[in-house]
Nanobody, 120 residues
Framework: QVQLVESGGGLVQAGGSLRLSCAAS????????MGWYRQAPGKQRQVVAGITSGGSTNYVDSVKGRFTISRDNAKNTVHLQMNSLKPADTAVYYC??????????????WGQGTQVTVSS
C-alpha cells in the first residue's frame, strides 16, 4: 500500500555531503513515522534517523550533529542531509515507513536502497 523510492546516493570523499530523498506514494495518509536505515556488508541493518508524524526526530549516536532528517508533508517526502561524511558511513541506505495498527499491528515498508560510498 506504500511505495518508497530513494534517490541521492553516490560517491563522495570524506568530509563531503550528500542529500538523500525518499518519496512515498500510495496510502501515505496512514504513515505514522518515516526514517532512514543503513546496512553495510556483513552488518545488520540499523536505524540512522527517524521522524514521526509530529516532527519528533531521533538519530543514532554516530551521526548526531552531522545528519539531519526532515520531512515535506505536502510532497510526502523525507530527506536526510548528510554532512561531514566519513568512510564508516558507507552503506546502502534504505528509506522506511511505518504504519501502526490499533491493536499492536505494525507494517514496515522499505525502499529499494541507495548506495552511499565515502572514500578516504
Amino acid at each position: 500500500q506504500v511505495q518508497l523510492v530513494e534517490s541521492g546516493g553516490g560517491l563522495v570523499q570524506a568530509g563531503g555531503s550528500l542529500r538523500l530523498s525518499c518519496a512515498a506514494s500510495g496510502s501515505t495518509f496512514s504513515i505514522n513515522a518515516m526514517g532512514w536505515y543503513r546496512q553495510a556488508p556483513g552488518k545488520q541493518r540499523q536505524v540512522v534517523a527517524g521522524i514521526t508524524s509530529g516532527g519528533s526526530t531521533n538519530y543514532v549516536d554516530s551521526v548526531k550533529g552531522r545528519f539531519t532528517i526532515s520531512r515535506d508533508n505536502a510532497k510526502n517526502t523525507v530527506h536526510l542531509q548528510m554532512n561531514s561524511l566519513k568512510p564508516a558511513d558507507t552503506a546502502v541506505y534504505y528509506c522506511n515507513a511505518v504504519q501502526y495498527g490499533i491493536e499492536g499491528g505494525r507494517i514496515d515498508y522499505w525502499g529499494q536502497g541507495t548506495q552511499v560510498t565515502v572514500s578516504s
